[in-house]
């Protein structure tokens, strides 16, 4: 038995000392560019061959064709032949492990195996599309499909950065660097000419997927576990009273115009955003104590809110009240065709503002601030589910515009001291540019 088992080992030894395996080193002449020539890897086992950049460049004068490596003693040879020599070492570590595990080892097991795109890691758009696929299953659960699409956008961008920048179809997550973000980031808001905002969200997608990955075990680092995107922060634009009564009052040639117009004031005294005003539904409309209100919940957070019906709201739907159908209040409305019509409404009525219909949830919190209404009221009608979000998208706009009376500026600086200011360090900057009384000598904090 014992002999038996030195006789299997020496076997197996022979076979693999007897296995031609050959890593060399190469320029590719036919993409020189400057006098300056790529180096390429080959690795050879038993007649199978496998080729791969090594992401080095040299000159091409410099390079030793016997010896597969830098001419010379400079600093440059010296770097070049100290980067080659770590990559065939790493190879050798490679398919000596891999020749501990399995029987029959191939040039391009080597080769992917070096490169990360073995069976032991991830891919950086297997782990993406896997993670879209389970998002996906969510759909009308607990997720939508517009987020959905988001994110299969935010996946072909990558896709197409990795095609163009890296002339591949997938990248192993054991490659990633730093510096790939970096780079992610440029190519976003260049060939891919996107803005701030939406560069920042494509990022973070990227962020998220590695992070999920390391966290999983399926890399063994997260590279981008430091990278930061600013997010460059606008101004949100609101109609003040002044304003919304222009649009109120303005005589539209165009039917449609003015029925954009008529929701549009809709979701200013009622603060429903576009998705709300679309699912609302005769049900929702119940009579407490001889008055309408809005029974209901938020599309987005869940979070159940009561609005009252004013008279201006409930004309609007007595207006429109022969048009009804299933029982929705305004049935079939659609976003994207209500875009461009509102930017149109807006500037006929004179207004020079970038309103969106959002725009009208920010115009009903600083009016009802304005007027007096308890910015935790305000909170609980715009269906936030954190007090911190109201303060920042409405009060600090308020404070600039002194719009408020003194107690309920008082109140506010009070707000701001002592409950925002421990939570919201980040946005120091911010509420400094925005809110007159957070830098100001008299604030008590400072």
């Not at 022979?14 to 560019?33: A, D, H, P, Q, W």
């Not at 303005?250 to 009622?270: C, G, M, P, Q």
């Not at 709300?276 to 008055?291: C, R, S």
């Not at 609007?316 to 048009?323: D, G, V």
Request: glycine letters at 4%; aromatic letters at 10%.
């Amino acid at each position: 038995m014992y002999n038996s088992l030195i006789t299997n080992f020496v076997t197996k030894t022979n076979r693999i000392m007897r296995s031609t395996f050959k890593v060399l080193f190469y320029v590719n002449g036919s993409k020189e560019k400057n006098g300056f020539v790529p180096i390429m890897g080959r690795v050879t086992i038993n007649g199978s061959v496998a080729q791969f950049s090594c992401k080095q460049t040299i000159a091409k004068e410099l390079w030793d064709a016997k010896g597969n490596r830098a001419k010379g003693k400079s600093r440059e040879a010296r770097d070049i032949n100290l980067a080659l020599d770590n990559i065939k070492a790493q190879i050798i570590k490679h398919y000596q492990r891999l020749s501990d595990r399995e029987a029959f080892v191939t040039a391009e097991m080597v080769r992917n195996a070096f490169q990360g795109l073995g069976t032991e890691y991830e891919t950086l758009l297997g782990a993406f599309d896997k993670d879209n696929e389970s998002f996906r299953k969510r759909i009308g659960i607990d997720r939508a499909e517009g987020s959905y699409r988001v994110r299969v956008r935010a996946r072909n961008h990558l896709a197409a950065f990795i095609k163009k920048c890296y002339r591949r179809s997938d990248i192993s997550m054991l490659e990633l660097t730093p510096d790939f973000i970096k780079e992610y980031e440029i190519y976003l808001s260049t060939d891919a000419g996107l803005h701030n905002a939406s560069v920042w969200s494509n990022c973070m997608w990227l962020k998220t997927i590695v992070a999920k990955a390391h966290y999983n075990g399926l890399t063994p680092r997260n590279p981008f576990a430091q990278y930061r995107v600013n997010q460059n922060v606008k101004e949100r634009e609101y109609l003040t009273e002044d304003e919304i009564k222009t649009v109120m009052t303005h005589e539209f040639s165009n039917r449609k115009l003015a029925y954009i117009r008529d929701l549009f004031v809709f979701a200013s005294f009622t603060a429903l955003s576009f998705v709300d005003i679309k699912e609302l539904t005769t049900d929702d409309i119940a009579e407490v104590n001889g008055e309408k209100w809005i029974l209901s919940k938020r599309h987005k957070t869940k979070v159940n809110f009561q609005v009252k019906l004013l008279d201006i709201p409930l004309q609007i739907i007595k207006r429109y009240e022969r048009f009804q159908e299933n029982g929705f209040v305004f049935p079939d409305l659609n976003y994207w065709s209500i875009c461009k019509p509102l930017k149109q409404m807006i500037r006929e009525c004179g207004i020079t503002k970038n309103i969106s219909f959002h725009s009208s949830r920010h115009g009903f919190a600083t009016l009802a601030l304005s007027k007096g209404v308890p910015i935790e009221s305000v909170s609980r009608v715009l269906g936030h589910t954190n007090i911190v979000t109201t303060h920042l998208q409405v009060q600090l706009l308020l404070l600039s515009l002194h719009q408020l009376n003194n107690q309920e500026y008082e109140r506010c600086n009070l707000f701001t001291c002592f409950y925002l200011r421990p939570r919201l360090q980040e946005a120091d900057q911010r509420i400094k540019g925005i809110c007159p009384i957070y830098g100001h000598r008299d604030n008590p904090c400072l």
